[in-house]
Structures are given as C-alpha cells and as structure tokens.
C-alpha cells in the first residue's frame, strides 16, 4: 500500500484569530482538586461506555490519565512570555533571526485528540534586542500544551514574541498533522495543515514576506 500523498491546506492565521473564541496568552490558574476530577470524569467515561473501571487493566486508568492530561495541557498554567525575557542587546544584530523545526505536540480543543508537528519562526530585531535561541522553542511548547486551535497557536505564537521583544517583524508557519481527521471522520491519514502570521515590516512588505516565507519553507 503506497504512502497517502499529503493534502497540504494553507490558511492565514491573521484571518482566523479568535476563531472559536478568544483564549489569553496568559495562564489561569490550576484548581486545587484538578487531579481527583479529571480521573472522576475518565472513570464516568469508562461507565458510561459499559466497562468496567474496576478490572486489572483500567483499574488505575484514571488516575494515568489526569496525570496525562496535567502534563500535555500543563501550558494552561504558564506564561510562554516568560521565558522570552531573557534578552541579549550587546551584538546589535540587526538581521533576521529564523528558528525552524521547532517540534511541538497539542490538543484539539474540539475534540480533545492530538495534532503535533513543527513551528518555524522568524523575527526581525529592533534595537539589538534578542533572546536565546531556545526560548522561542519553550515559548511555543508552552502554548501548544493547551487546549488549542492551529490557527490560535499560530496567531499566539506571534503575539508573544511581539509583546516582550517588540520586534520590527515576526512572522511564524506552523504545519500539523490532526488526529481528528485521521482516527476519525473523515480518516484522512498523512494530510498536513499549514498556517502562517505575519506582522510588522513582513505583514506590510509583500516582497520582504515572501522572502522570508521562502527561508521558512527551507
């Protein structure tokens, strides 16, 4: 059986923003008893299909699983902006700096099943201002491990950095593969969702965002 071709689907994350509804860069806080009810949920869940919580293989089932689901949507609680405060200004570059191939794994908010892949971002410093090379990468593995959209993802990416580093230009490509069309629906396995962002000088210059775009791309 030959490999499924990738149906690649373009989508421009400035157009989407708050599709869904508007979520906050900004972490909420974690109930004190978010541990018992989860697996109280998972457990009813389990009822509810007609097995039975109690056999050897699923008796401690819910307690993994909001053990599972603390850690992947564990990004609800953080602040991705944090971590962009570390800054460098003494080199003064001036260039673009591109991060691609950051790996990220997140939840469908519809549907609560996984879409994972890779994020690749660029910004365009203003006044020398940088910041280390892995903080974009923890920036947007804290957002990813929420409840997500890929367009919101996109779209937050590129906020957060514009908020703390102020940059002349940002731009972010995101491309996932969704489980809520692979398992099922309509189980299009191996298609792929590409979202892009951009703003400042590259949201206004089509030419400078299409070169940009194009060192993204690889």
């Not at 950095?161 to 230009?169: C, E, G, N, R």
């Amino acid at each position: 059986m030959s490999k499924p071709t990738a149906d690649l689907v373009t989508l421009d994350a400035a157009r989407h923003k708050g599709a869904g509804g508007e979520r906050p860069i900004a972490p909420i806080e974690r109930p004190a008893d978010a541990h018992e009810r989860i697996a109280g949920a998972v457990r009813e869940i389990l009822l509810a299909l007609g097995e039975d919580p109690q056999r050897e293989g699923l008796l401690d089932t819910p307690q993994r699983v909001a053990r599972m689901y603390l850690d992947v949507l564990g990004g609800l609680h953080e602040d991705p902006r944090d971590h962009l405060h570390t800054q460098f200004v003494a080199d003064h570059h001036e260039g673009a700096v591109i991060v691609r191939d950051i790996g990220f794994h997140s939840m469908c908010e519809h549907h609560l099943l996984p879409f994972f892949g890779r994020a690749h971002v660029a910004y365009l410093p203003d006044g020398g201002r940088l910041t280390g090379l892995s903080k974009l990468a923890r920036t947007v593995n804290v957002l990813a491990r929420r409840p997500q959209l890929q367009e919101r993802l996109t779209d937050q990416i590129a906020a957060a950095i514009t908020d703390v580093l102020d940059p002349k230009a940002v731009m972010v490509m995101v491309e996932a593969e969704h489980m809520c069309m692979a398992m099922r629906g309509i189980r299009s396995v191996g298609s792929r969702t590409v979202t892009t962002v951009a703003r400042g000088v590259w949201q206004r210059d089509v030419a400078a965002r299409a070169e940009i775009l194009s060192l993204l791309k690889g």
